[in-house]
């Protein structure tokens, strides 16, 4: 039972287009949505996270909006770089924090 | 500030083998966690903890034994190793209360043979 579904696998993207990333969870008591990005050979790393009572949130180049009656949220990746090629996982969170699970992650290639 | 540190990076083990991953954390992080990497698969919790002397079961638990008798320590101990625990695995740690915001180590790349 996969409790955060992530789509889609693979994305490759232009330079300067945007990428776009989805999640839905089922387990209404997960309270806090972060996004996580990892390069080859690297631990994953925390790239921007969202709780359900806002439902968007925007670091630079990254956004993230939230459905909280769909159960779905999306990462949206503006002018997308060619070192923005990594490996991304949403995850969702309850146990303030102490059980994070993770979504099966999205390889994103953007080509110069 | 070493942040988290997995050791060893690199194992190869035989069918039945038994060892420790060792995590370590100097942030004072009071939550600390294992995950197992696979292609396809994502990270999948394996054990987690929010205290010294509490630790509690994730998504896989099985064939995976925690202790956590230190805030700094979190070692995974594998019983009797299978190939289906050929993996990369991850430690991370968290402040009690951050949500989601988790420190990653660079991994273990294990190999069951």
């Not at chain 1, 002018?79 to 995850?91: K, L, V």
């Not at chain 2, 420790?20 to 396809?40: F, I, K, V």
């Amino acid at each position: 039972q996969q409790q955060v579904k992530q789509s889609p696998q693979s994305l490759i993207v232009q330079k300067g287009g945007i990428s776009i990333i989805n999640c839905a969870y089922e387990n209404t008591a997960f309270d806090y949505f972060p996004w996580y990005q990892q390069f080859p050979g690297k631990g994953p790393a925390l790239l921007i996270a969202i709780r359900p009572d806002v439902s968007e949130k925007k670091e630079g180049r990254f956004t993230i909006s939230f459905n909280k009656s769909a159960k779905q949220f999306s990462l949206h990746i503006m002018d997308s770089q060619p070192g923005d090629s990594a490996t991304y996982f949403c995850a969702a969170n309850y146990n303030q924090g102490g059980k994070l699970i993770f979504g099966q992650g999205t390889e994103l290639s953007v080509k110069p | 500030n070493a942040g988290v540190t997995q050791t060893p990076k690199f194992q190869v083990l035989k069918t039945g083998q038994s060892m420790t991953l060792q995590c370590a954390q100097d942030m004072n992080h009071e939550y600390m966690s294992w995950y197992r990497q696979d292609p396809g698969m994502g990270l999948r919790l394996i054990h987690y903890s929010v205290g010294a002397g509490i630790t509690d079961q994730g998504e896989v638990p099985n064939g995976y034994n925690v202790s956590r008798s230190t805030t700094e320590d979190f070692p995974l101990r594998l019983l009797s190793a299978a190939p289906s625990q050929t993996s990369v695995y991850f430690c991370a740690s968290s402040y009690r209360g951050q949500g989601g915001g988790y420190t990653f180590g660079s991994g273990t790349r294990l190999t069951v043979v």
